[in-house]
């Protein structure tokens, strides 16, 4: 049986993935959809609006049924920032990552010592992907390191 997946996602700015199955009659077999490492929370998996159990296999959510044309799975990966140490012999210096990507503050003020509170992280309306966080009567602007092109930045900052 003929069988293809069309996917629409925003990933990895954005924690929803969908797909949807086509398939020129009703077929049993299984999707496996790999779960991130970076991973802090349980992924969310609905089938055609429903929640699903998922076997875990080897990194793998694994669903196994009989699909038809047009199923709809819908798969979210929530994401939250984290502070991931250099190395051992460094863990107050951290690099900001969310989901798979990593977080660079734009056009640091020199005078001013680098530091991280992915707590304190709130989305702006600027930009799907782009955060700030207020720092005194500063605003501290952070984004994923591809979206740098000619703009100052700090990679690396000391635990906040």
Request: with cysteine.
């Amino acid at each position: 049986t003929a069988v293809s997946l069309t996917q629409e996602t925003n990933y990895p700015l954005g924690e929803s993935i969908a797909l949807r199955v086509n398939c020129s009659a009703p077929v049993e077999f299984a999707i496996r959809l790999r779960i991130p490492a970076w991973m802090q929370a349980s992924p969310r998996l609905r089938v055609n609006g429903k929640p699903v159990h998922a076997d875990s296999q080897r990194g793998f959510a694994v669903v196994r049924r009989r699909w038809v044309d047009g199923d709809a799975i819908a798969f979210e990966l929530p994401m939250q920032f984290r502070a991931e140490a250099i190395d051992e012999l460094h863990p107050e210096s951290v690099a900001l990552m969310r989901g798979a990507l990593v977080y660079v503050e734009q056009n640091p003020a020199e005078s001013e010592s680098a530091h991280v509170n992915p707590e304190a992280l709130r989305p702006t309306d600027e930009k799907q992907g782009v955060f700030s966080a207020q720092d005194g009567n500063r605003t501290r602007a952070y984004t994923p390191f591809y979206f740098v092109r000619d703009e100052a930045y700090t990679m690396y900052a000391r635990r906040g």
